[in-house]
């Protein structure tokens, strides 16, 4: 079975009713990014981060998967499917994807502040937290990358991205980095699609869908 590999971006879960904050000029959901979504954002007011953070898992909790990440997990019948996703949201776990790697942290765990290894899932009815919420005897925080931190995963995103059989970017502008980077850790020769309706500039050889995701995927299971 082929390996298929595939790297989802904000456009992927756009259908879904997520907004980002690169969709407002520097806002998001009318806060300044970098105070909601920054190291320093959080050590100047972690109230407000963890208050932003808060209002985006109840948006989230009334998203549903869409017809895309639906046919994304559908595609593990005839693929060994490993997804690579800059969303913080879980709407490809909702959908039935089996392997999600997550670039930039999942918006429904928090982690322990002195100690990054420590993550804890948040479960419905109990997805608020504060800079006093403890856990297992730990204050949390978001587990989500702000900027002005390393992105842990993408050394083990690379490596999925190396084995890849047949490679896939959806719904990214390819300008958030290092997840942009992943184009160059393809094999020669292995094909590599890339669906967004507004495409960026590609290298040579880069199949280009310029759809939506949902009708991008459509389109890409007939091609592969």
Same mark, same amino acid.
């Given at each position: 079975?082929?390996r298929?590999v595939?790297?989802?971006g904000?456009?992927?879960s756009a259908?879904?009713?997520?907004s980002?904050?690169?969709?407002?000029?520097? +806002?998001? $959901?009318?806060?300044?990014v970098m *105070? =909601?979504?920054?190291?320093d @954002?959080?050590i100047?007011?972690?109230?407000? #981060?963890?208050?932003?953070?808060?209002?985006r898992?109840?948006?989230?909790?009334?998203?549903?998967?869409?017809a895309?990440?639906?046919?994304?997990?559908e595609?593990?019948?005839?693929?060994?499917?490993?997804?690579?996703?800059?969303n913080?949201?879980? +709407?490809? $776990?909702?959908?039935?994807?089996s *392997? =999600?790697?997550?670039l930039? @942290?999942?918006?429904?765990?928090?982690?322990a #502040?002195?100690?990054?290894?420590?993550?804890?899932?948040?479960?419905?009815?109990?997805?608020?937290?504060?800079?006093d919420?403890?856990?297992?005897?730990?204050h949390?925080?978001?587990?989500?990358v702000?900027?002005?931190?390393?992105?842990?995963?993408?050394e083990?995103?690379?490596?999925?991205?190396?084995t890849?059989?047949?490679?896939v970017?959806?719904?990214?502008s390819?300008v958030?980095?290092?997840?942009?980077?992943l184009?160059?850790?393809?094999?020669?020769?292995?094909?590599?699609?890339?669906?967004?309706?507004n495409?960026?500039?590609?290298?040579?050889?880069?199949t280009?869908?310029?759809?939506t995701?949902?009708?991008?995927i459509r389109?890409?299971a007939?091609?592969?």
């Amino acid at each position: 079975m082929k390996r298929l590999v595939i790297s989802t971006g904000a456009g992927m879960s756009a259908e879904s009713g997520i907004s980002t904050f690169r969709d407002a000029g520097g +806002l998001w $959901e009318n806060y300044p990014v970098m *105070d =909601v979504c920054s190291a320093d @954002g959080f050590i100047r007011n972690p109230a407000l #981060v963890h208050k932003f953070y808060n209002e985006r898992r109840a948006q989230l909790v009334n998203c549903k998967p869409n017809a895309g990440h639906i046919a994304l997990a559908e595609l593990e019948s005839r693929f060994d499917v490993k997804i690579i996703t800059q969303n913080v949201d879980d +709407l490809h $776990e909702r959908a039935g994807s089996s *392997d =999600v790697l997550h670039l930039h @942290g999942e918006l429904m765990k928090v982690r322990a #502040v002195d100690n990054d290894s420590l993550v804890f899932d948040l479960h419905p009815g109990a997805l608020e937290t504060t800079p006093d919420t403890i856990i297992d005897g730990h204050h949390v925080r978001p587990h989500i990358v702000f900027f002005q931190e390393a992105v842990p995963n993408f050394e083990p995103a690379t490596e999925i991205v190396s084995t890849a059989d047949i490679f896939v970017i959806i719904g990214t502008s390819l300008v958030v980095y290092p997840a942009a980077a992943l184009l160059h850790y393809v094999r020669p020769g292995v094909p590599v699609y890339y669906i967004d309706p507004n495409p960026a500039a590609v290298p040579a050889g880069v199949t280009v869908i310029k759809a939506t995701a949902t009708e991008g995927i459509r389109r890409l299971a007939q091609m592969i």
